[in-house]
């Protein structure tokens, strides 16, 4: 049996956590001088519900390596000889740092089993890690061997989409979560900004405005992007506001997609940077292709122009056709 296990910053739910036995390493986060482990000691509705009345903004630390470990000495202990880690992007996170840190205490601790363990850093945030993993998990309940699930991971990691809308950036800019350019770009803004992921770090790649608008982006994007093969599932997360996930949900099967849309609110270790208000969708694109805020500009700009010229072409055939009268 192939264990997989992750930090806390997945944000997969506790049902899908149960059901493919995933071993997960918490996150603390530090709430006015009060320590708390991501998803043990604090739920995200009581967290979401206590954020605006927080004297000091709130803070994380990554797992320690033993808490990493202790996922794997007990399943070692089980048996098990093959450990699958996937973390949170290395550039906004130490989970990856920490669990390699583990991984060698581990081996060093079984030096005649020699078991199998290797360390993904998965260049994401939140359900950016958490569809590698259910994805991974799906495969090897499909039989996919230990050696196949990591050439996937390292292969395609870099395919999944990240798409990320917050009412506020001021705790991404705070946290660091977002490259200096953006969090500059941010500040000028003053319509809603949509991020991804850029070289392992959060970037604006569009801005629009209003929530309506922010919706039809995504569901654009995934129609021009989907890998009809990979995606079997999509990802949908939310901080606060439910509603608006499922508003998302019910137009992405309005385009005609039949896969599995699971919507998971972020958790706590998460939320502390997105906040209140916070909407994310995440899927694996057929291509990388390159996402900025001047390219989707000039994709709007143009689009733009190619609704005035068709608009141009109806009046004057209505025009033109006046005159023949």
């Not at 990856?96 to 079984?110: D, G, N, P, R, V």
């Not at 850029?198 to 790649?205: E, F, L, Q, S, T």
């Amino acid at each position: 049996m192939i264990k997989i296990l992750a930090d806390s910053t997945c944000d997969l739910s506790e049902e899908v956590i149960r059901k493919y036995n995933i071993g997960i390493a918490p996150l603390s986060i530090t709430l006015d001088g009060k320590t708390y482990k991501d998803r043990i000691d604090i739920k995200p509705d009581d967290f979401y519900a206590m954020i605006d009345k927080l004297n000091a903004p709130p803070t994380t630390a990554m797992p320690a390596p033993t808490e990493f470990l202790s996922i794997m000495e007990a399943a070692y202990a089980e048996g098990t000889r093959a450990f699958l880690c996937i973390t949170m992007s290395s550039g906004t996170s130490g989970s990856y740092q920490s669990a390699e840190i583990a991984k060698t205490m581990f081996l060093e601790s079984h030096p005649d089993d020699l078991p199998k363990v290797h360390v993904v850093d998965s260049l994401s945030m939140s359900h950016g890690s958490g569809w590698l993993i259910l994805k991974s998990a799906l495969l090897r309940e499909r039989g996919m061997s230990f050696e196949d699930l990591v050439d996937f991971n390292e292969a395609f990691k870099k395919h999944v989409k990240h798409f990320l809308s917050v009412d506020d950036l001021d705790n991404l800019i705070r946290s660091g979560r977002l490259t200096n350019a953006s969090a500059f770009i941010g500040k000028l803004l003053r319509i809603k900004p949509i991020m991804s992921m850029r070289d392992g770090k959060g970037a604006i790649v569009a801005k629009e405005r209003g929530r309506k608008k922010v919706l039809k982006h995504y569901v654009s994007a995934f129609q021009e992007r989907n890998h009809a093969i990979m995606n079997d599932f999509i990802i949908i997360g939310y901080t606060s506001d439910k509603s608006i996930a499922l508003n998302l949900k019910g137009q992405i099967e309005d385009i005609g997609y039949h896969g599995d849309i699971y919507i998971m609110q972020m958790g706590v270790a998460v939320g502390t940077h997105v906040g209140l208000g916070g909407l994310s969708m995440f899927f694996m694109e057929k291509d990388r292709k390159h996402d900025g805020l001047l390219v989707n500009e000039m994709q709007n700009l143009k689009r733009k122009k190619d609704e005035v010229i068709g608009k141009m072409a109806e009046f004057n055939a209505h025009f033109n056709g006046h005159r023949k009268e």
